[in-house]
């Protein structure tokens, strides 16, 4: 007695070309990516869950640029040209996403980004670094002032308890489970097949082709493997010492006469927040346990919920007591120099992984990457 039909060994189980392991962003725009510079390429994404469980769903929907005390801190890490290279692939990763989806379909809102500080040092101190950092950006965005001192709005765009503050107009908000499904339909309106609910446990490999191991009694085929499993690597890939980083998110009930409208860093972005509506939706604070938030388990804690919680009541104008509706968390990857990583781990598999929390605008240039180094 066979396991699978003849008609399901010439369709959902039949060999690939490329089989993508994980159903997120990265996955989803490497299979668009290949299928746009080659459309007869047969490709199979496959996701252990119903739908995408990691980071792409379960974000904070922020089209992410860059804040300047990240950018500043990130340059310090890895030195100014990394630093740039970085930055324009985020700005054109954004300019990409507007390629492929409407800005409608996804609700794309232009809102620009806060940064608001404190203890920062002088008004001087900060407008040089502002100035400093627009003359780099300056090539890649075309706009003079890519960041301006914006510390006069504090009050008037609802917040308190700040010193100073940063605007960047490039900035916007998306909706992530739209963005994701709305991806996820052009992907499979170019013939990608999409197996939900198969996880991956590891690989046979000849100098040809990969056999992948399954929870299934039935392995999946193919000449050339790419894996886009974001923070859960480490079981598939321990070489590559991804960590798995847990970032936790609140939203409020609806607010009435919400002033704080935008997208909105503190802390080189270890806090983030924005408006949805006239709702607060809040992430971070993962700095302040590291140790325990470094993990693939999406049960959240409930000291984060509280300082995210009492961050709003410091920091936040609001007319009324805040009372928060719901909260999740989603499980990013961190390669250890902040870089994200494009990698051949071997002749046919190649890795794809570790946004380090800025994936919306990456995912659609690292894709790139992936097809030229796989040589499509
Ligand atoms: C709370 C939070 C807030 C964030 N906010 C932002 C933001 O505002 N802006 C921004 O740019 N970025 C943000 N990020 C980061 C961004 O979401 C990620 O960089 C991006 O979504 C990564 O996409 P991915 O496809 O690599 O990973 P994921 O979306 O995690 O996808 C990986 C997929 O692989 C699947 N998988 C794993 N192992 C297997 C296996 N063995 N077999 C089969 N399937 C498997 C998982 O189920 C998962 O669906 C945030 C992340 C979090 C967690």
Redesign the pocket.
């Known amino acids: 007695m066979g396991l699978l039909s003849f008609w399901e060994k010439e369709t959902y189980y039949a060999d690939n070309d490329i089989v993508i ?7 989803i725009w490497t299979a668009i990516e290949l299928k746009e510079r080659n459309p007869s390429l047969k490709i199979t994404i ?4 119903i739908s ?5 769903t ?5 089209a ?1 640029f860059g804040s300047l005390t990240e950018l500043l801190s990130d340059e310090a890490k890895m030195g100014t040209d990394a630093m740039l290279h970085i930055a324009g692939m985020r700005y054109k990763g954004i300019q990409k996403i507007k390629q492929f989806v409407t800005e409608q379909s996804i609700d794309f809102d232009p809102c620009g980004g806060y940064e608001p500080l404190v203890n920062y040092g002088s008004s001087d101190v900060l407008n040089d670094k502002i100035q400093y950092l627009n003359q780099l950006l300056l090539p890649l965005t075309g706009v003079d002032q890519t960041f301006s001192n914006a510390t006069n709005r504090i009050a008037a765009i609802g917040l308190k308890n700040f010193d100073q503050l940063v605007y960047n107009p490039l900035e916007a908000g998306i909706h992530s489970g739209k963005l994701v499904n709305g991806l996820t339909s052009i992907a499979l309106h170019k013939g990608v097949r999409l197996l939900n609910g ?3 446990e590891g690989w046979t490999e000849n100098n040809h082709s990969v056999e992948l191991i399954t929870n299934q009694p039935f392995q999946l085929k193919a000449n050339k493997v790419v894996i ?5 690597t480490e079981s ?1 890939v321990p070489e590559l010492k991804i960590e798995p980083a847990r ?1 936790q ?1 609140i939203l409020t009930k609806p607010i009435s006469n919400l002033i704080t409208k935008g997208t909105f860093h503190f802390d080189e972005g270890f806090y ?1 927040w924005r408006n949805v509506g006239n709702r607060i939706l809040l ?1 971070g604070a993962r700095n302040s346990d590291f140790d325990n938030e470094r993990t693939t388990n999406f049960d959240g804690s409930n000291r984060i919920e509280n300082i995210l919680t009492e961050f709003i009541n410091t920091h936040v104008i609001l007319n009324e007591p805040v009372e928060i509706e719901q909260s999740w ?4 990857g961190f390669t250890t120099d902040k870089l994200p990583l494009c990698k051949s781990i071997s002749t046919n598999i190649v890795a794809a ?1 570790a ?1 380090n ?5 990456l ?1 659609p240039i690292i894709a790139e990457k992936v097809a030229t180094t796989l040589a499509i």
């Open positions: 392991i994980g159903g997120g962003l990265m996955g496959v996701e252990r869950h995408p469980l990691g980071a792409s379960r974000n904070a929907g922020f992410c198969i996880n991956i886009c499993t974001n923070g859960f598939l970032g998110i983030y992430g968390s989603g499980i990013m992984i946004c929390g800025m994936g919306v605008a995912t």
